[in-house]
């Protein structure tokens, strides 16, 4: 059975730092392209961009570049999400999600962990 | 970018009934890349329909996807209370990935 299990909630202050994962197992970890969407409270879905965990080859929304970075560790088969400096804005659930189809770039998720929720109040 | 636009932005039906949802994109989707997705109140989402017609592992034959180039629909026939959720567009040809801002399916 595929699984993505995500780190726990994380109440942060405004310009800390935050690395939150997603655990990948039941299948073969360096053979799909992870994920990560946000979701602020009450909105819609917001892609941030992939990577494939085989070669680390990432790709990014413009609207999140160069504010996150994404990550992998295939040898405990696990993604990362991460920021240096946390704005209020960064507030949200964060889904990671593995690509449906194998090795494949196009793509839809299609198996979603079950978010993580970032709180920054000062 | 590719600007997904949903309509109606809520749907309220009863049960049995069938909804109709629409995705238009701002420019043609590559090769029908073009994915439904369920969030029910709570949850993660799930995918529910890929290359814009092909339903995913699981899926009942209820949820069904049609449309392409620029204009596409999933219909749900046969509405159960279950069905209550928010339904999402995305397209997956074009980067950046994007997605459409929801329908809600309210069951009467």
């Known amino acids: 059975e595929v699984q993505l299990v995500q780190s726990g909630a994380e109440v942060k202050k405004p310009g800390e730092s935050l690395k939150i994962s997603c655990k990948g197992s039941?299948?073969?970890?360096?053979?799909?392209?992870i994920g990560w969407v946000r979701q602020m409270p009450g909105k819609g879905l917001e892609w941030m961009g992939i990577i494939y965990p085989a070669d680390s080859d990432t790709r990014y929304s413009p609207s999140f570049q160069g504010q996150v970075t994404i990550s992998a560790d295939k040898s405990i088969s696990t993604a990362y999400l991460q920021w240096s400096s946390l704005k209020a804005s960064d507030t949200a659930i964060y889904y990671c999600?593995?690509?449906?189809?194998?090795?494949?770039?196009?793509?839809?998720?299609?198996?979603w962990g079950q978010g993580t929720l970032v709180t920054v109040s000062s | 970018e590719i600007v997904l636009t949903q309509s109606p932005g809520t749907l309220s039906l009863s049960p049995g009934e069938r909804a109709t949802l629409s995705c238009r994109a701002s420019q043609s989707v590559s090769s029908n890349y073009l994915a439904w997705y369920q969030q029910k109140p709570g949850q993660a989402p799930r995918l529910l329909i890929y290359?814009?017609?092909s339903r995913a592992t699981g899926i009942p034959d209820r949820f069904s996807g049609s449309g392409s180039g620029t204009d596409f629909t999933l219909t749900i026939n046969r509405l159960e209370p279950e069905d209550l959720a928010v339904y999402y567009c995305q397209q997956y040809g074009g980067s950046p990935r994007t997605f459409g801002q929801g329908t809600k399916v309210e069951i009467k």
């Open positions: 999600a593995r690509h449906y189809g194998s090795g494949s770039y196009n793509s839809p998720l299609g198996y």
């Open positions: 039941g299948y073969s970890f360096t053979s799909y392209w």
């Open positions: 290359g814009a017609s």
